[in-house]
């Protein structure tokens, strides 16, 4: 049997990117129960995608309480519905054979990561502020994406000398604007500009002289489409929510890996039980971003541990 939920989290604060702002994390949760076992998996249905919360229930709803992970790579298009029941069979057959979920799956036992911490968009004062707040930590992401973003990126970088900065403009610019910036985005020190540019205008990306490395996150969903991202992006962000779960989160790394690309692993804004099975994708990673339980006022029980910006593998109570 499959069922699905909806929750709501608090966020400790209002979250703005150039789309909107929240103060939840709204999610689903699927539940897989089966021989007396029970497998959980989450997911953020995203509107950029054409995705609500309705939608995705719907879809979740539709699959029959027996399909199997091969079965429902087929059934489902990748997106946050897969998403939430891959995860949720993957934990299923862990917690059935007494196996974790990266000795299933062939991995490396997982150790700790350094995750980045985003900033939310907002005036140049109030976010030199918040980098002031979080200037121990050696990754900061901040969100971007409107035509005034120089003045607020100075500022993160006054009030965080010392941290690594990774730039998410979330499609918000056009090619000429990020031409007129991108060299003080290298003096500035930015590590990583993340989706500068529309998805569906990001050819431009191919024509020009990279001054710093670019990460594709609305531009790359699985492993199917990434060769088409060669020469334009040097980074992809693989997330669960896009790739529609685990499974093909570690066949889109793999290929991403083959072909020279540099890997980052993100979340949208969840709680822990999104980002545990993200953790095994993000072994080795180039970069990490998975602190949506960092942004909340409320987390679920048996939550990831964090220290600072380091963060361990889940429990099994969690996940996997």
Known sequence: ???????????????TISRGSRSEAQVLTATVAREGVTGRGECVPYARYGESLESVTAQIESLPGDITRAELQEALPAGAARNAVDCALWDWEAKSRGEPVWELAG??????????????????????????????????KIKLGTPDDLPRLRAVRAGAPKSRIIVDANEGWEIETFLDIQAELKELGVALVEQPLPAAGDEALSEIERLVPICADESCHTSEGLLDLRGKYDVINIKLDKTGGLTEALRLRALARSEGFGVMVGCMVGSSLAMAPAVLVAQGADYVDLDGPLLLAEDREAPLRYRGSEMDPPEPALWG
């Open 1 to 15: 049997m499959i069922r699905v939920q909806q929750q709501s989290f608090r966020l400790a604060q209002v979250f």
């Open 107 to 140: 991995l490396e036992r997982p150790g700790s990561l350094t995750t980045a911490y985003t900033l939310s968009l907002d005036t140049p004062e109030k976010m030199r502020e918040a980098a002031q707040a979080q200037a121990a930590r050696p990754l900061l």
